[in-house]
């Protein structure tokens, strides 16, 4: 699986969470959380060993997900703003007060759903798709 993990957050809280790995990934995902700055919406990536760790920031809430760094930026940031708009339509009013892993036992299903279809599902790629749209 390209993409490994993936959390919600409102600053440093954890709203929700999925790793398909064992390990300390959940660990290095919060340094990063409490070193973003403050900044409104924006996108950023960070590099660590053989990963890269994408993030969407977007109405009060941090959208973060772990990929294999051979995997490039293009699908991540898909994944991410996919779950954005899933994660707004659920829970856009209950998200910017509710306490830690509020929406963990539903939400990390749909992480975890959505990071394997990113992941192996060439579709998932709209500009590959278009281009082979293109090709036929």
Known sequence: MAIIYAVVARGTVVLSEFSAVTGNTGAVARRIL??????????LCFSQDR??????RSDGLTFLCMANDTFGRRIPFSYL???????????????HYAPAYAM?????????????????????DTLS???G???E
């Open 34 to 43: 409490e070193k973003l700055p403050s900044e409104a919406d924006s996108r």
């Open 133 to 135: 749209e293109v090709g």
């Open 81 to 95: 703003e996919d779950i954005h708009m899933r994660f707004m339509k659920n829970y856009g009013r209950v998200a």
């Open 129 to 131: 798709r278009v281009r």
């Open 104 to 124: 963990n036992d539903e939400f990390s299903r749909v992480l975890h759903q959505q990071m394997e279809f990113f992941s192996s599902n060439p579709s998932a």
């Open 51 to 56: 990963y890269i760790f994408h993030i969407l």
